[in-house]
């Protein structure tokens, strides 16, 4: 009990510091720009939260995600009692959920793709009938897909995510190591890492990116709670077994 309190106050402290840091120093496009409206409107609750305040939610949902899918693996799936979780390895998946994908997964997704895909906004807030006579933006919302499968996913979210692992479960304390030691252990991962993403990835990519703006992120995280056990099983362990051969 005192352990999974300790957890509970460590994921909740972490969504906390993690939103006010990054909220803080993030470009102004990058803030709701809905917030005004909600609050006018007297919306309460947390579906006016999530609207009004897009990039926070989106960042608690990520981080209390992130962390509980690897406290489930390791209980549910694993067998383990809370005094026996790892909590290094908890830790890998906070600080990952936080920082890469509600910071930075943010920043790909939405800033920069409002700037490389013009009228994504239109598109994902449009009605459904809207979206299927609109063939631009269903041709648009394809370039995501391709985008987030064959360039983010495989070269930014797996080598940083191995990378924040070594951060916390390797020995060195230089950011060099922690990226040189980690990318080699996700060369040698990679056919079964990009097989398991390929798997799941493009056709949520479909549902996703088609969602209104707001929903976007949340629902991204939603879907990656299941897919965060399965990393979290895979590739969580700190022990060198764990770890598959090309």
């Not at 990039?55 to 809370?82: H, M, N, P, R, Y």
């Not at 026996?84 to 906070?94: A, H, M, P, T």
């Amino acid at each position: 009990d005192a352990l999974g309190t300790m957890l509970g106050a460590r994921i909740r402290a972490a969504v906390m510091r993690s939103t006010n840091v990054m909220r803080a120093h993030m470009p102004a496009s990058m803030r709701s720009k809905s917030g005004g409206a909600a609050a006018a409107g007297g919306g309460f609750g947390i579906l006016a939260f999530a609207q009004s305040n897009p990039f926070a939610f989106q960042v608690g949902v990520s981080t209390v995600k992130t962390g509980c899918a690897d406290l489930l693996t390791q209980t549910a799936v694993e067998g383990k009692s809370l005094s026996e979780v790892d909590v290094k390895r908890n830790l890998v998946f906070i600080v990952f959920g936080a920082t890469y994908l509600g910071g930075f997964q943010w920043w790909i997704q939405v800033t920069q793709f409002r700037k490389w895909f013009p009228g994504m906004d239109r598109f994902a807030n449009a009605s459904f009938a809207e979206k299927m006579k609109d063939i631009p933006g269903m041709i648009s919302a394809g370039k995501q897909v391709l985008f987030d499968v064959f360039v983010h996913l495989p070269f930014m979210y797996f080598p940083v995510f191995y990378a924040t692992k070594e951060s916390v479960q390797g020995t060195s304390w230089n950011p060099l190591d922690w990226a040189a030691d980690g990318c080699t252990k996700y060369y040698n991962n990679f056919t079964k890492d990009f097989k398991a993403m390929f798997q799941l990835w493009p056709p949520a990519d479909v549902i996703l990116f088609s969602l209104p703006m707001w929903l976007r992120m949340p629902a991204r995280h939603a879907v990656s709670f299941g897919w965060t056990a399965y990393l979290s099983l895979l590739r969580g362990s700190a022990a060198k077994p764990a770890e598959d051969k090309k």
